[in-house]
Each structure stands twice: as structure tokens, then as C-alpha cells.
């Protein structure tokens, strides 16, 4: 795999969290949680099959799940490289907000 590309919603998602984190923990936290994700994301695709599969969320739709502290990676393997799909707190309602963003 060459890379990983990190879809709009995504990247409203990690924005999101980075505004969180500096506002309830400052910039220090908010700077390594930020990494944190970036080091997930590279990991994930140079192990595109990493992670698990999550019928009762996704049912058949191909996305691939890795946690990351209490947040869900959600991903799809492509052709030459991984999509990050969606980054959600793993108390949200996935499944809602997968057939919300139509995945």
C-alpha cells in the first residue's frame, strides 16, 4: 500500500476532536492526540488488513474497524492505498452515523 487518504468527513472528524482536545485539555494533549491518529492512520496502511469487520454495525458494507484509545478508526481498503471513512468515539451510535453518512 502507498498511503492512506483521509476522506472530508474524516477530516471533520479529526478536526472535531482536535478542537475537543484543546479546549477541555489544551494544546499539548489535542498536538499528541493528532499524532496519535496520524500514526494509526500510517499503520493501517501499510497493514491494510489490520483490524476487524463489525456485522452488527456495518452489516456487508466493506469497512474495516481499529481502535485507537476510545475512538473507532473506520476504513475501507481501495486499490493502492487505505480510505479513513470515519473517526467516531466509540460511545456514539456507529451504526447511525454509518447510515447517516451513507458509507
Known sequence: MSGYILA???QEDL???RRYYLREAGYRIARQMSAEFVSAFRMIARNPG???RREDLAASRPILFWPIKDYLILYRIMRRSVE???IMHGSRDIAALILHRDL
Open 50 to 52: 489490520v483490524g476487524h
Open 15 to 17: 478536526l472535531a476532536i
Open 8 to 10: 472530508a468527513p474524516a
Open 84 to 86: 479513513i471513512v470515519m
